[in-house]
């Protein structure tokens, strides 16, 4: 059941989840002494307040905590979900219920409902967003450019009401946005190439506080988490495909390995092919991989890395799923054409497909992020890092208003290395610093043999 109250402040599923969401939203916290400090912080000194904020992210434990952080700060949130399939329910409710946060996201959303949600995120007017694979902000750029026949009819419809000044005026009253994820860093770099972001963009992904530790560590051990708990797969044994040896690959492929796997690695890029390589992994091209998987993984981040082709030579029983951002990388379509048969949830989020020739395919979590889709997303210790970065990133943002071009930004490293400081205190690790003659023989040429 859909709850939508008059004022419209949200749309989830069920009220009476909350409490079993804010179990699990405290649980989470205990894991986030990074962001709670941050929390702490943002309650005193109020560095967001009178900040109209609208954040399109998977609606998870630890996205609460984060967005109890910025309200914390001052910051008026609206959250909608940035996946159909990754919203916590009982979370969404809670968020709403207990901490008063404007939620619009119920899991497993038709197309219009996830962009009606997109809709009641913009409406906020907001002055700054955060995205998850850039949604909110193409959706924005369609807008300010007036091309309203490439967006959802749903934002087509909303935007279309508004006089075009209007519509230009809530773009530009955007200070900047936010982006978690790697698509989304990706898109908002085309679209800066293409010469159409009309804010500054700060690509929190590219912090080495987030990909090194959320994308490899995170991705890595919730991907096989997703997995296992859609499937009951005993890895060791198995040949599992990994396609995309990037930060994301690079996790999951350790993790399988970890579980006595036979991990094959598929890539485009020489150099991770390399790494690959070194690092003991076979590699090879998906033409040749697709006959010995037993389990394919997609991370890429890129279109159709699993089609017609691969369907046609896999075993039969193969697995397949998805971890990167859309779901685009396994092309189901062609699939579910290939198929003389398709049952949905034969097992839960397993789907089955019969092939003519009666080869059984398995997709697991609908081809969408396998490890949101059927397991709890990643761990909030490693949360704690990308989502601490969020926020000190709002903050910065906040600070630099009207100072940063309307380009992709990276982070100073100062905010880096003080998430990295507070994420070793909290864990209890004390490390070396430079001594003088230390810094000084870093920063000479002089000496040498
Ligand atoms: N599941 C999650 O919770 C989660 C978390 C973080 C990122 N992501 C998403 O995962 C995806 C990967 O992110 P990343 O940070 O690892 O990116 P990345 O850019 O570091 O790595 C992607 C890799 O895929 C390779 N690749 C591209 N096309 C390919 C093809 N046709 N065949 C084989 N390899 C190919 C690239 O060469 C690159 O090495 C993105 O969509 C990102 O948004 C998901």
């Known amino acids: 059941?859909?709850?939508?109250?008059?004022?419209?402040?949200?749309?989830?599923?069920?009220?009476?989840l909350a409490s079993e969401g804010k179990r699990r939203i405290l649980w989470a916290d205990r894991d986030m002494p990074v962001l709670a400090k941050i929390r702490e912080r943002f309650a005193r000194e109020k560095p967001l307040a009178g900040v109209r904020m609208s954040a399109c992210l998977h609606v998870t434990a630890e996205t609460a905590n984060l967005m109890r952080t910025l309200a914390a700060g001052g910051a008026d949130m609206v959250l909608c979900a940035s996946n159909p399939l990754s919203t916590q329910d009982d979370v969404a409710a809670s968020l709403?219920?207990?901490?008063?946060?404007?939620?619009?996201?119920i899991r497993g959303e038709d197309n219009a409902t996830y962009y009606q949600h997109i809709v009641d995120a913009l409406d906020h007017r907001p002055h700054v967003t955060m995205d998850d694979g850039a949604d909110l902000v193409s959706a924005l750029v369609f807008v300010s450019l007036g091309r309203l026949d490439d967006v959802h009819a749903k934002v087509r419809e909303w935007a279309a009401k508004l006089p075009a000044p209007e519509r230009l005026e809530i773009v530009k009253?955007?200070?900047?946005?936010?982006?978690?994820?790697?698509t989304g860093v990706n898109r908002l770099r085309a679209m800066e190439r293409d010469k159409v972001l009309p804010f500054p963009v700060i690509a929190v992904n590219d912090a080495q506080t987030k990909h090194l530790f959320d994308n490899r560590y995170g991705t890595g051990?919730?991907?096989?988490?997703?997995?296992?708990?859609?499937?009951?797969?005993?890895?060791?044994?198995?040949?599992?495909?990994?396609?995309?040896?990037?930060w994301c690959g690079k996790g999951v492929a350790l993790r399988a390995r970890g579980l006595g796997a036979n991990v094959v690695v598929c890539e485009v890029d020489p150099i991770r092919a390399l790494e690959a390589a070194m690092d003991g992994f076979a590699v090879q091209p998906m033409a040749e991989a697709a006959k010995r998987g037993d389990l394919f993984i997609t991370v890429t981040g890129n279109a159709h890395i699993l089609r017609q082709e691969h369907f046609s030579v896999m075993k039969d029983g193969a697995m397949l799923c998805n971890s990167g951002h859309f779901d685009v990388e396994i092309d189901l379509p062609a699939l579910a054409k290939m198929a003389k048969s398709t049952t949905k949830n034969v097992n839960q989020h397993v789907d089955e497909y019969i092939l003519a020739d009666g080869r059984r395919l398995y997709v697991l979590g609908e081809g969408r992020l396998v490890n949101l889709a059927a397991a709890h997303g990643h761990p909030a210790s490693v949360m704690d890092m990308s989502f601490a970065t969020q926020a000190l990133a709002t903050e910065f943002c906040m600070q630099n208003k009207g100072q940063?071009?309307?380009i992709v930004h990276t982070l100073p490293s100062?905010?880096?290395?003080l998430v990295s400081q507070l994420k070793l205190e909290a864990m209890g690790i004390k490390i070396d610093v430079l001594s003088q003659e230390q810094m000084k023989y870093m920063s000479g040429w002089e000496q040498g043999t």
Do not use: C, H, P
């Open 173 to 182: 009253n955007i200070a900047g946005s936010m982006e978690e994820t790697t």
């Open 221 to 246: 051990q919730s991907t096989i988490d997703g997995i296992i708990r859609a499937t009951d797969l005993l890895l060791a044994g198995k040949v599992v495909v990994v396609a995309g040896y990037g």
């Open 96 to 105: 709403a219920q207990d901490f008063g946060i404007a939620v619009f996201a």
């Open 404 to 406: 940063l071009s309307s």
């Open 414 to 417: 100062s905010i880096e290395n």
């Open 1 to 16: 059941m859909s709850v939508a109250t008059q004022a419209k402040k949200y749309d989830v599923k069920d009220f009476k």
